[in-house]
Each structure stands twice: as structure tokens, then as C-alpha cells.
């Protein structure tokens, strides 16, 4: 009766646990190069210029080479001169890349939310959460869960305006140079429910051994 007890109070102990053990992982970069041609953002084999991994803020290690990005936000639509907040479509999201073969590729499962600010300088920043990983092959051994956020924050370089019925001015095409970020929720620890069936499963095999004694 002893061994039982212990052993589900290990078993309680361990899903009371994961919780408190759930770890947020973060890449950031930069380097970002994101071109909109009117209707869509997007970054095409874009090589990036660094790649820094924290694991629950802290820094665990840095690339500067074979690293690129490429990341399409369909459907945007017309983006005006001036503050405003646009909505994407959904689809192929980002493909984060780290080397040949490695990297993590992701769909946009709700839209992205994309912000232009006109101050000194026109930033363009965007945000999204999706649970649409298609793939993940990371180095330093990252591996995300769901939900996965992605970021990015940049300023406008380069741009051509129209005139829109005498009233206001739209973007026919821009460029804009920042940064971004992927972050979410470490994969790695078992589910509640797996440590749940190894419990079990210790626990029957203590008292079969009970039973033959």
C-alpha cells in the first residue's frame, strides 16, 4: 500500500510540474529585407546578417552565415500614406532558414497584422500567431510548439507613391530594412498525459510484483 502511494504521489508531483518547467524560446535576427509590390510583403531568399537563440532570455548561441528568410504576407491590399493598420491573408508564412536542410517553416493560420507608421521615418512593423508548423530542423537543440509568434520591425528605404482620386497617396511599391523575431514554447517536455500512462504503467507493475511475492 506504501509503494502504491509513493508511487502516485511521484505521479501527481510530475504533472503538477510541467507547467513550471515549460521553457520560451526565442530567435531573433537581422538583416531583413521585405519589398511590398502593392498587394503583398514578402522577403525572398533573403540572406540575413545574424541569428541569435535565447532559451528563456538567456543567450545560447549566434550564427552569421548560411542564414536567410523567406517569408511571404499575402493580400495585404492598398496601403496608404500615413498611420494605418492592414490585415493579410493566410497560407505560406515564413520559411526561417539556418543552414542547408535546416530551419523551420511555418503557415499563416490567421492573418498577419501589418502597422505603418508615418513619423521620421515610415516603420512598417507586423505580428502573427500560428500552430501551423510544417517543419523545424533547428540548431542548438531548439524545437518550438504551438503557438509559434513571429514579429518583424523595419523602416521604409526606398518607396513609389500614386495619388488616390486628389485625396490621399498610396504605396505602388516599397522596400524597408529591420528586424524580426520567432519565439514560442519549448516542445521538448512530455505531455502531462504521457507522464499520466508512465505512472500507470509503474504503478501496475508494483503491484504485479506485489501480487507474485
Known amino acids: 500500500?506504501?509503494?502504491?502511494?509513493?508511487?502516485?504521489?511521484?505521479?501527481?508531483?510530475m504533472v503538477a510540474a510541467v507547467?513550471?518547467?515549460?521553457?520560451?524560446?526565442?530567435?531573433?535576427?537581422?538583416?531583413l529585407n521585405l519589398t511590398y509590390d502593392g498587394n503583398n510583403i514578402a522577403a525572398?531568399?533573403?540572406?540575413?546578417?545574424?541569428?541569435?537563440?535565447?532559451?528563456?532570455?538567456?543567450?545560447?548561441?549566434?550564427?552569421?552565415?548560411?542564414?536567410?528568410?523567406?517569408?511571404l504576407i499575402p493580400n495585404v491590399g492598398t496601403i496608404f500614406d500615413g498611420n494605418g493598420v492592414y490585415s493579410s491573408g493566410?497560407?505560406?508564412?515564413?520559411?526561417?532558414?539556418?543552414?542547408?536542410g535546416s530551419g523551420i517553416n511555418l503557415d499563416w493560420d490567421s492573418p498577419v497584422t501589418v502597422n505603418v507608421n508615418d513619423g521620421g521615418q515610415v516603420s512598417v512593423l507586423g505580428s502573427a500567431s500560428t500552430s501551423t508548423i510544417n517543419s523545424q530542423n533547428l540548431p542548438f537543440g531548439f524545437n518550438f510548439d504551438t503557438p509559434v509568434?513571429?514579429?518583424?520591425?523595419t523602416q521604409i528605404t526606398s518607396s513609389s507613391?500614386?495619388?488616390?482620386?486628389?485625396?490621399?497617396?498610396?504605396y505602388n511599391r516599397f522596400e524597408s530594412f529591420g528586424t524580426g523575431e520567432v519565439s514560442g514554447p519549448r516542445s521538448a517536455?512530455?505531455?502531462p498525459a504521457t507522464l499520466l500512462t508512465i505512472g500507470v504503467g509503474l504503478l501496475?507493475?508494483?503491484i504485479a510484483r506485489r501480487r507474485k511475492k
Open 1 to 13: 500500500m506504501k509503494a502504491k502511494l509513493l508511487i502516485l504521489t511521484m505521479v501527481i508531483a
Open 19 to 31: 507547467p513550471a518547467m515549460a521553457t520560451t524560446l526565442q530567435i531573433q535576427f537581422s538583416g
Open 44 to 71: 525572398v531568399n533573403d540572406d540575413l546578417a545574424t541569428m541569435n537563440f535565447f532559451d528563456c532570455g538567456i543567450l545560447v548561441g549566434t550564427l552569421n552565415s548560411n542564414i536567410a528568410i523567406d517569408m
Open 90 to 100: 493566410t497560407g505560406f508564412g515564413l520559411d526561417l532558414m539556418t543552414g542547408v
Open 149 to 153: 509568434q513571429v514579429s518583424f520591425s
Open 161 to 170: 507613391l500614386t495619388n488616390f482620386a486628389g485625396t490621399r497617396n498610396y
Open 189 to 191: 517536455i512530455p505531455e
Open 204 to 206: 501496475g507493475g508494483a
